[in-house]
């Protein structure tokens, strides 16, 4: 069961999209939109997307890819989109863009790979659609471990306080254990996220907000 914490993506179907465009940056940058909404990005926001995120093109001229090439894998669905577009318009991806695609035997094997860590088939497509929306930047890194991960702690701590022991010693330590255990996989979000995601992240609701209302004893 998908877990009502995730900051909910967009889907991205080829078919609502076909590939018309000369220009797959163009493109790209026009699904990214999409999927995301129109919202400006603050100084604030492009440095802290450039301290934990790379330039889709520096990566590629890193791993000898060719970067438009790269950017037809994502429009094709076969690569998630990018994780923010800078002010600049440089596309934004995590570091480990292309890890899941090599531990899975290469890009064409990625979805079967991907879609079989969640026994229930229509879990593994929707988590797939997530994960090529390029929305989970929730996560300081996105593999199907970490999803499940998030996914089992957020669900734990919000069902806490409906706990037989809740208030108590032990409960508080099990609660924050919880919360410290979700804040170790979750990076600090921007404001843009709160735009896009048209709310409080889920740092905001599952670890600061815990933490202010279960201070630590």
């Known amino acids: 069961m998908l877990s009502p914490a995730r900051e909910t993506p967009a889907l991205v179907r080829p078919e609502d999209h076909p590939m018309t465009e000369t220009d797959p940056k163009r493109q790209l940058a026009e699904r990214f939109r999409e999927v995301n909404g129109d919202h400006p990005m603050t ?56 890890a899941l695609a090599d531990e899975a035997g290469g890009v064409d094997l990625l979805e079967t790979w991907f879609t079989a860590h969640w026994a229930d088939p229509g879990t593994g497509r ?18 199907p471990a970490a999803i499940r991960r998030k996914d089992h702690l ?16 032990q409960w508080s330590e099990r ?19 709160r735009l896009r995601f048209d709310g ?14 279960f201070p630590r004893p």
């Not at 740092?203 to 202010?212: L, Y």
């Open 154 to 169: 957020t669900a734990e701590i919000r069902a806490a306080a409906e706990e037989p022991d809740a208030g108590s010693a």
């Open 43 to 98: 100084d604030a926001d492009d440095a802290y997307v450039s301290a934990r995120f790379v330039a889709l093109e520096e990566l590629c001229a890193l791993h000898g890819r060719d970067a438009d090439a790269v950017r037809r894998l994502m429009l094709g669905r076969r690569l998630p989109l990018p994780g923010y577009l800078r002010s600049d318009g440089a596309e934004m991806v995590p570091t480990d863009l292309f």
């Open 200 to 213: 409080p992240t889920s740092r905001d609701t599952f670890i600061d907000a815990v933490r202010a209302r």
């Open 126 to 143: 929707a988590e797939w659609d997530a994960y090529l929306s390029g929305r989970y930047v929730c996560l300081r890194s996105v593999t």
């Open 175 to 193: 609660l924050h254990a919880l919360v410290d255990e979700l804040d170790a996989l979750e990076p600090a979000f921007t404001a843009y996220d």
